[in-house]
């Protein structure tokens, strides 16, 4: 597809140096142009890593499973954007984690 260096409007070929419909401007003896993009392939990032859970903020929140009274706590976006989003809590000590909506 080619476009007029003109004013922007595709060109339209049916014969050999037809002009640009919009403006006139004929491509009898000037180069094509050609444009190409190089796309790069991005790479899958986690949202948590295990290493990194002594970096979220620890909350008061009792363990249903071991009894401790210590949770890291994050929120994450799991429902459709109008609604409140799900907020969750890994016990420090025994690693149990439990979601919470509202």
Known sequence: ??????????????RKNDG??????SSKGHSKITVSEKIEEKNEIPVIKKQFSETMPVVTQKCKKCGHDKAYFWTVQTRASDESETKFFKCVKCGHTVREYR
Request: proline share 10%; aromatic share 10%.
């Open 20 to 25: 640009c419909p919009r403006c006139g401007y």
């Open 1 to 14: 597809m080619e476009f007029c260096p003109k004013c922007g409007a595709v060109l339209v070929q049916k």
